[in-house]
């Protein structure tokens, strides 16, 4: 989905125009979930404008309510990390998750991507089912993310 089509849930692929959505997002993602905060106002602008990532926002009648991000892992030939998979409260079980992931793994599988890996915490269960539902499957550490205790990988491509 895009902006400017007639549903009130949009996906959009942020450019520099979103950049306060993506900071208010990412803000109340490190809040809620209690991680410590590694993206600095520059590093979501540099983020923005580089072409070898990807950030997506669900839109709901023009609210942010939801983003996701891609980044690529260069020591993992074809790999892409998801990261920051949020959900604001009011706008949760609505699908806007899955939105976004089916928009993130589009574009992964549209840059040659062949997986995509992510990490996790134990205690976000509700996370943790969803990745496991669309496929991801436990893999070992591939990062050194002191805060993450669960380690998932998913392949993109199709199944022979």
């Known amino acids: 989905m895009e902006r400017g089509d007639d549903s009130p849930i949009q996906i ?3 450019t520099l125009l979103e950049e306060a ?7 109340e993602y490190y809040r809620e979930v209690g991680v410590v905060q590694i993206d600095t106002p520059d ?3 540099n983020f923005l404008r580089d ?3 990807g950030f997506w926002i669900a839109y709901v009648e023009g609210t942010p309510a939801g983003c996701v991000a891609l980044r690529p892992i260069p020591r993992i030939r074809g790999a892409g990390e998801c990261k920051r998979l949020y959900v604001r409260a009011p706008f949760r ?3 806007l998750a899955e939105a976004l992931l089916d928009a993130m793994e589009a574009h992964a599988r549209k ?3 062949s997986s995509i890996y992510l990490d996790s915490k134990d205690d976000l269960q509700n996370a943790i089912a969803l990745y496991l539902r669309r496929g991801y499957e436990p893999c070992i550490r591939y990062n050194e993310n002191p805060q993450a205790t669960v380690f998932l990988r998913k392949s993109l491509r199709d199944p022979a």
């Not at 959505?21 to 803000?27: E, G, P, V």
């Open 12 to 14: 959009v692929k942020a």
């Open 43 to 45: 590093a979501i602008r």
């Open 93 to 95: 079980r609505r699908g």
């Open 51 to 53: 072409p070898d990532f």
């Open 111 to 113: 840059c040659g991507r």
């Open 21 to 27: 959505d993506a900071s208010l997002l990412l803000d």
